[in-house]
């Protein structure tokens, strides 16, 4: 599991992070986001990949799209809480936000159907691969006796 001081220090993640998901082939929703810093909070321009619960981003298209490369970053969803518009908090148009408990990113996407489209995405993922509520803590209402 990849760790937030990772994640905050803008070190690589580690290979487990992302193992067994072929990140180049496929992904539910990949494109240009720019993301702010963790550690530096300056904006920078990246190829992201969304990919059974993971958020990979590289620093371009071609490096995503090539076998075995690292990323430069990993996010699992399952860990995050929330995502949401952020145009008041960062005070730019098309931006958001994922927060899990204890930490938040930012992003801008190119326009309002981009940034809806990232939102929705990372919405399901969230909800499919949440590690806050196992199968069985779920209620049957409708079968409950």
């Given at each position: 599991?990849?760790?937030?001081?990772?994640?905050?220090?803008?070190?690589?993640?580690?290979r487990?992070?992302?193992?067994?998901?072929?990140?180049?082939?496929?992904?539910?929703?990949s494109?240009?986001?720019?993301?702010?810093?963790?550690?530096?909070?300056?904006?920078?321009?990246?190829?992201?990949?969304?990919?059974?619960?993971?958020?990979?981003?590289?620093?371009?298209?071609?490096?995503?799209?090539i076998?075995?490369?690292?990323p430069?970053?990993?996010?699992?969803?399952?860990?995050?809480?929330?995502?949401?518009g952020?145009?008041?908090?960062?005070?730019?148009?098309?931006?958001?936000?994922?927060?899990?408990?204890?930490?938040?990113?930012?992003f801008?996407?190119?326009?309002?159907?981009?940034?809806?489209?990232?939102?929705?995405?990372?919405?399901?993922?969230?909800?499919?691969?949440?590690?806050?509520?196992?199968?069985?803590?779920v209620?049957?209402?409708?079968?409950?006796?």
């Amino acid at each position: 599991m990849e760790s937030i001081w990772r994640i905050a220090t803008g070190q690589d993640p580690s290979r487990e992070d992302y193992e067994g998901i072929e990140f180049w082939s496929n992904p539910e929703r990949s494109g240009w986001l720019t993301k702010q810093g963790d550690y530096i909070k300056t904006w920078r321009r990246r190829w992201f990949v969304l990919k059974r619960g993971k958020l990979l981003w590289f620093k371009d298209q071609a490096t995503a799209g090539i076998r075995g490369s690292t990323p430069r970053g990993v996010i699992s969803v399952g860990d995050c809480l929330t995502v949401k518009g952020a145009e008041d908090v960062v005070n730019k148009p098309f931006a958001f936000e994922l927060s899990s408990g204890s930490y938040t990113m930012f992003f801008i996407a190119d326009n309002e159907k981009e940034k809806e489209e990232w939102i929705n995405s990372i919405g399901r993922s969230i909800v499919q691969h949440s590690r806050s509520v196992t199968d069985s803590e779920v209620l049957d209402y409708d079968h409950r006796q």
